[in-house]
């Protein structure tokens, strides 16, 4: 049995931080890109990682541990839907039920919520299981998916023309959302979802660091 996975989607263009590659982002002393895979593997047997159609491999593999593998986008200018369309297909591939979708810029990534968010979506049979704010806004790269139907989702939402990880998501049968709340048990200050999108959210993310 090939246990759980890991998809960490590293192809973003870091446009909000002058197209600096946030995947490198010096954080505590190692890149944000190897702190998310160092907590993700804590829970999953499998960790790809997707990059670019334009990324230099060398790069990455030069600091990801050895049992990461990586996979290219096959197109250009489809956003985060082509990673999750090449990762999930190549955990598919591998025989992973259940994978985890994970952002590269998640620098309090909670393990305790990732397994609970595995175990969820397995007990419910989940095609797809997403956290979502009370005000509807759902954590689609903080989720977990059942990869060999996703992936086919995603190619199908792409020949229509369509660019979203939710148009992917709306093709699927099993959907649940998970109100964010009932993660603060594990998690009190949700911190698990903080991303770093700015340098202003880089600082502020330590100084949470230091203070903790």
Not at 82 to 108: I, T
Request: aromatic share 8%; proline share 6%.
């Amino acid at each position: 049995m090939a246990g759980w996975g890991a998809l960490v989607l590293a192809g973003g263009a870091g446009s909000r931080l002058g197209m600096v590659n946030k995947a490198f982002l010096n954080f505590a002393g190692e890149p944000l890109l190897v702190k998310v895979v160092n907590q993700a593997l804590k829970v999953a047997d499998r960790v790809v990682v997707s990059i670019s159609k334009q990324a230099q491999p060398e790069r990455y593999l030069e600091v990801l541990p050895g049992k990461v593998e990586l996979v290219k986008d096959e197109r250009e200018g489809l956003g985060p839907l082509e990673g999750l369309r090449q990762g999930m297909r190549k955990l598919d591939s591998q025989g992973v039920s259940f994978s985890l979708a994970l952002a590269c810029d998640l620098p309090f990534l909670n393990p305790q919520v990732l397994r609970f968010l595995l175990e969820e979506a397995e007990r419910l049979k989940a095609e797809a299981l997403i956290p979502r704010w009370p005000n509807g806004f759902k954590e689609t790269l903080h989720s977990v998916y059942q990869p060999h139907v996703f992936w086919r989702a995603a190619e199908e939402a792409l020949t229509a023309g369509e660019r979203l990880i939710l148009d992917a998501v709306k093709r699927l049968n099993r959907i649940f959302f998970l109100p964010v709340e009932k993660l603060k048990p594990l998690d009190p200050e949700l911190s698990t979802f903080t991303n770093i999108t700015t340098f202003t959210d880089l600082e502020e993310a330590l100084r949470k660091l230091r203070e903790a």
